[in-house]
């Protein structure tokens, strides 16, 4: 059984216990993450007049580099955007920057006009370039939806987890586990007769807990294999819990499109007979569901 509770969330962050699965299994959702959830990046960019200090491809690549806000609710499936099973142009959205200078100026990001207007550069204060008077920059530029994989302009966000700290104290603190006060801070305190007492383990990571360790031989630090506190931060293309969701049906999609090729070989004779169990990784990844994320209520890891 798979248990979840959220310790942390804020918009762009997210921060939880997992209870219940393997390293593969968190592996696998934290590089989906990465890599897999799409995001709407600039990819072409049609320049109609450039006077300005940078060249055309520096230009471009400045644009690039915008994050845009995206909701994957009014896009098609990434998937059906790369197998061109919908219109491209649906997968899309066609910006517009059009500025002249009269005095010395920076365009920023918020200088971008888009077709919708809820698709817009995430922070509006983004420098591009500098401009004297009289120079101007005409052009068109096309976000389109994408994979970091492919290039890091479409990436969401980070995704990291480490082990679940298990503190254990074996004897009286001496002068050197005060070093520990300062690298958990409020996580332990040491009272006046030398006793240790643990406040909250999830206030200092796993590697500094085992720093503690090393200089406090009061203090003994291990892991549960199957326990992890995972984190999420989304660059602002769209809130953590969409990031989320979206890892999680591209995650269940890649498992379900791994057993399907099973079943295939299956079928023709080229793996031993017998039926394939469906269960394992694809349904142990399948309790844990976008919508626990969302949410501060979870159930306890205790």
């Known amino acids: 059984m798979v248990l979840v509770r ?8 997210l921060k939880a216990v997992v209870d219940g699965v393997t390293p593969p299994i968190v ?7 990465i890599s897999d959830v799409p995001v709407l990046a600039i990819d072409e960019v049609i320049i109609l007049d450039n006077t300005s200090v940078l060249y055309d491809e520096v230009l471009a690549h400045r644009l690039s580099m915008i994050p845009i806000k995206t909701d994957l609710r009014k896009l098609p499936k990434i998937e059906e955007c790369e197998q061109e099973l919908v219109d491209p142009s649906l997968c899309q959205v066609r910006f517009e920057l ?13 200088d971008l006009k888009s077709d919708d207007p809820e698709v817009r550069p995430v922070y509006e204060d983004i420098p591009i370039v500098k401009l004297v008077p009289g120079q101007k920059i005409v052009l068109e530029a ?75 031989p009061a203090i003994k630090v291990d892991w549960d294999e199957n326990k992890y506190v995972f984190w999420v931060e989304s660059f602002g293309n769209m ?44 349904e142990e990844s399948a309790q844990v569901t976008g919508e626990e994320f969302g949410t501060e209520e979870g159930p306890s890891e205790e």
Not at 260 to 267: A, D, K, Q, R, T
Request: charged share 30%; with cysteine; glycine share 8%.
């Open 98 to 110: 059009n500025v002249e200078a009269k005095e010395p100026m920076v365009v920023y990001s918020r």
């Open 27 to 33: 592996n696998s959702l934290r590089r989906v993450l």
């Open 142 to 216: 096309y976000a389109k939806l994408g994979r970091a994989r492919n290039h890091a302009k479409w990436q969401a966000g980070l995704a990291s987890y480490y082990y679940y700290p298990k503190v254990s104290v074996v004897g009286k603190a001496d002068d050197k586990c005060r070093v520990c006060l300062e690298v958990c801070n409020g996580a332990l305190e040491i009272r006046d007769d030398g006793s240790i007492v643990v406040n909250d383990v999830l206030k200092c990571t796993f590697n500094k807990w085992k720093t503690c360790e090393q200089v406090c």
């Open 239 to 282: 809130p953590v819990e969409d990031m989320v969701r979206e890892g999680f049906r591209i995650l269940k999609g890649k498992f379900q499109e791994f057993v399907n090729e099973l079943e295939l070989e299956l079928s023709r004779g080229q793996a031993p007979s017998g039926e394939l169990a469906t269960g394992g990784a694809a």
């Open 6 to 13: 959220v310790i942390e969330k804020s918009d762009l962050y």
